[in-house]
């Protein structure tokens, strides 16, 4: 191979990650600490061009038995690319005072396969950048636990639905299938 054939591969090499930055949404941005983990989730690697729900969610919820059914759409989906984020959240009062705790609901309680991070803020000047996306893109800060935005594959909310929107609700589901039918 010659200099000048080896200088595309030479300039991959050197701006491909920032290339791959650049096609990020700004909603990906971001890394957060896995659940009952040391590994870190990148949003970007992890989610870009893929539809996905996010959800934050607690422990000691009377909204926690949602677990199951997100769960369930998650697997209903999966196989078209569809990923859920659950963010484990204190700031309405009712998550775990530990992670193992946390991760035993989740994981042993309600067998939940889906991405998980550690617990994190979603409201207030304390939002993780991830939630001060969502809440800039949809004018909606969570007003409790297991708040729900639906993302696109461009990484734009295209909606948003309260506690008490169940996963299995048509709305929701006609959601998620909007934002498994966008282009990436």
């Given amino acids: 191979m010659n200099a000048l054939s080896a ?17 990020c949404p700004a909603l990906l941005l971001h890394e957060l600490p896995q659940l009952r983990s040391k ?5 970007c690697q992890r989610f870009a061009g893929k539809p996905l ?15 199951k059914g997100l769960e369930a759409l998650y697997k209903r989906y999966k196989g078209q690319g569809f990923e859920v984020l659950g963010v484990p959240s204190d700031d309405f ?3 775990a005072a530990t992670t193992e705790e ?6 042993v ?16 000047d304390e939002a993780t950048p991830l939630y001060k996306e969502l809440i800039a893109q949809s004018g909606q800060t969570p007003r409790w636990n297991f708040y729900k935005y639906v993302v696109d594959r ?4 295209i909606a948003h639905f ?17 934002a498994l039918a966008s282009r990436p």
């Fill in 53 to 67: 729900l996010i959800v934050n969610t607690a422990s000691h919820c009377g909204f926690t038995p949602q677990f």
């Fill in 109 to 124: 309680n309600y067998g939940v396969t889906f991405a998980m991070t550690q617990p994190q803020h979603v409201t207030g």
């Fill in 7 to 23: 200088l595309p591969l030479t300039l991959l090499a050197l701006f491909g990650g920032q290339a791959l930055a650049a096609e």
């Fill in 102 to 107: 946390t991760a035993k609901v989740c994981y």
């Fill in 39 to 43: 590994a870190t989730i990148d949003l």
């Fill in 154 to 157: 461009q990484g734009k909310v």
């Fill in 162 to 178: 309260s506690s008490l929107t169940k996963p299995d609700d048509p709305d929701l589901l006609k959601a998620v299938e909007q």
């Fill in 93 to 95: 009062r009712q998550e």
